[in-house]
């Protein structure tokens, strides 16, 4: 039989990846973090990077994809002030 998935658990696993390399990225760069100390710093096993993302790029990526709603609400509240004049 086949192993279910559970989904808030696996959308838990990729907040702590991208929340972990996002300050590993911040502190050593990307090209001098490593997908094991990526999941170290999650607390998850080496092989996490991997299971949850096509690679280390994708953790990146995540970063990005993570902050879009927070940035098009704020693109949107300033072209407000622009359009009210304010």
């Not at 090209?31 to 607390?43: D, L, V, Y």
Request: glycine share 4%.
């Amino acid at each position: 039989m086949a192993r279910s998935v559970d989904p808030e658990q696996v959308a838990a696993r990729r907040e702590a990846l991208t929340l972990a390399a996002a300050d590993l990225f911040a502190q050593q760069g990307f090209e001098n973090t490593t997908a094991k100390q990526i999941a170290g710093a999650a607390q998850l096993s080496s092989g996490s990077v991997f299971y949850y993302f096509e690679d280390k790029r994708a953790v990146f990526r995540s970063l990005f994809e993570r902050d879009i709603p927070a940035s098009r609400e704020l693109v949107d509240s300033a072209d407000a002030v622009v359009v009210s004049g304010q």
